[in-house]
């Protein structure tokens, strides 16, 4: 009798609510479609293993569960951008298949123990023509929305005119994409051998869309005591992937010929010039990449945003101008001591010392200290609050240089106390900065979220907060 009454016992509305948010937030995080709360199966393995609790509806989920959740997610979001000096936007765009665009905004900063925070500030569909003047309309509004306006260093986009146009409509400093910029090089060299390389493709693709073609491959590498190398494919959006991919090629070059032959494929197969020419295209594309690189970033180097982040960085600072003009790295500096002379510190030291309220009976100690409180007011009278900035940053640029792979935010937040000018006003403001907007993109990618055919159960209304609550739980 009491199972009994405990089964008709209705589930607590708090406990309730506790599971109707932990589904809501699996669905939102796996991106699981909304009509699982309606599917059969589920509901009765959540029956055995809790008979008094009841699926909230799809509606439910959709226009109750999820706003709530968004909201409270927002809520901790704009907590933590309250607090911080000083943010990096990153903004990209995206079109679905069914032709509907998107576009997104990503936000970076430290937060109070100097630990670096990246959320989703908004997702939403865009309608409008992709003009310079609605983009820099659109990113207006999400920054006045986040109540950051004053707060935004610089937001980080590709290299298209009208994003860029668009955000320097807004005010904001915009800074390249290194991404964008690396891949651009990299194509640009790539035209040069192009029929070639999409005769590599094709092979490429004749063996990893066929099984048999494959096995073979592997058998032929197994009985030549060669390794087994994967084929690689490239993707037009990695800048380096046509390189490794021919570069692989090369390597499994005696493997490819003697399975094709056996095979009797039918691919257009590389003639032995054309072989001749992917070897050393491999080599000497390497040599022809850096050039183009070099080319391509120079621009970075008169971004002041930029050179003082390398400054910055205990990993670089020098090291980062080796192939930059001496003016170039004097110049960034001279930015640096520019910003930190006007940087004011209390001091905590000193301020409430008063040479007059000496006991007056002690008179011959009086005397004695007389001369040298005398001094002492003079030197704080004369003190420099920009000298000490300058000091201080020459302290800093005096330290070793750390190791590549250390952690450059770990080094400044134990020295905090020993830079009391460059953490709070210069390092926490600069080294935020993302060097791409691959942020934004990754919302629109398989490992963040597309809105293909198999989840166009995601109304473009509903994706906003689906995304947000995705990227920032």
Not at 122 to 139: G, N, Q, Y
Not at 270 to 299: D, G, M, N
């Amino acid at each position: 009798m009491t199972d009994f009454v405990q089964q008709c016992k209705p589930l607590p509305v708090t406990k309730k609510t506790q599971f109707d948010e932990q589904l809501t937030k699996m669905i939102v995080k796996r991106f699981y479609t909304f009509a699982l709360v309606e599917d059969p199966e589920f509901k009765t393995f959540l029956s055995m293993l809790n008979p008094l609790y009841v699926l909230p509806s799809r509606k439910t989920v959709s226009n109750n569960i999820i706003p709530r959740l968004y909201e409270n997610c927002k809520n901790d979001v704009k907590c933590l951008t309250d607090h911080t000096l000083a943010v990096y936007l990153t903004t990209g765009g995206w079109t679905s298949n069914e032709n509907t665009s998107f576009m997104a905004t990503t936000a970076h900063f430290f937060d109070t123990n100097t630990e670096l925070k990246s959320f989703c500030l908004d997702c939403t569909e865009f309608s409008d023509r992709h003009t310079a003047d609605i983009i820099s309309e659109k990113l207006k509004t999400i920054v006045r929305d986040w109540n950051i306006a004053h707060k935004v260093t610089a937001i980080v986009s590709d290299n298209a005119s009208n994003v860029r146009n668009g955000i320097e409509k807004t005010n904001y400093r915009q800074v390249a994409c290194f991404a964008h910029t690396l891949n651009l090089a990299v194509q640009n060299g790539l035209k040069v051998i192009s029929p070639i390389t999409q005769k590599v493709k094709s092979i490429v693709e004749y063996f990893k869309c066929s099984h048999h073609a494959l096995a073979k491959l592997h058998a032929t590498q197994e009985q030549m005591n060669l390794p087994k190398l994967k084929l690689i494919q490239d993707v037009v959006t990695r800048w380096n992937s046509t390189y490794d991919m021919l570069q692989r090629f090369v390597k499994v070059k005696d493997a490819i010929n003697s399975t094709l032959a056996v095979l009797q494929a039918n691919v257009e197969l590389l003639t032995s010039e054309e072989w001749i020419i992917v070897e050393k295209a491999s080599v000497v594309l390497e040599i022809f990449y850096e050039h183009q690189i070099i080319s391509r970033l120079k621009p970075f180097e008169d971004n002041d945003l930029v050179t003082q982040a390398a400054l910055l960085d205990p990993r670089y600072k020098k090291l980062a101008f080796s192939n930059v003009s001496e003016q170039k790295l004097t110049n960034a500096l001279n930015n640096l001591k520019e910003k930190v002379c006007y940087v004011q510190v209390e001091d905590t030291n000193s301020h409430n010392y008063n040479p007059q309220q000496i006991d007056e009976s002690s008179t011959s100690s009086s005397l004695l200290w007389k001369s040298f409180d005398e001094q002492f007011n003079r030197h704080r009278a004369s003190h420099n609050p920009q000298a000490a900035g300058i000091i201080e940053l020459d302290k800093y640029m005096n330290e070793p240089i750390i190791n590549r792979y250390e952690n450059p935010l770990t080094w400044w937040n134990s020295r905090k106390p020993q830079y009391p000018r460059l953490v709070p006003d210069l390092v926490l403001k600069r080294l935020c900065i993302t060097a791409t907007s691959v942020p934004c993109e990754r919302l629109f990618s398989k490992t963040g979220m597309t809105l293909n055919d198999e989840r166009n159960w995601i109304k473009p209304s509903k994706a906003s907060k689906v995304l947000f609550l995705n990227q920032n739980r």
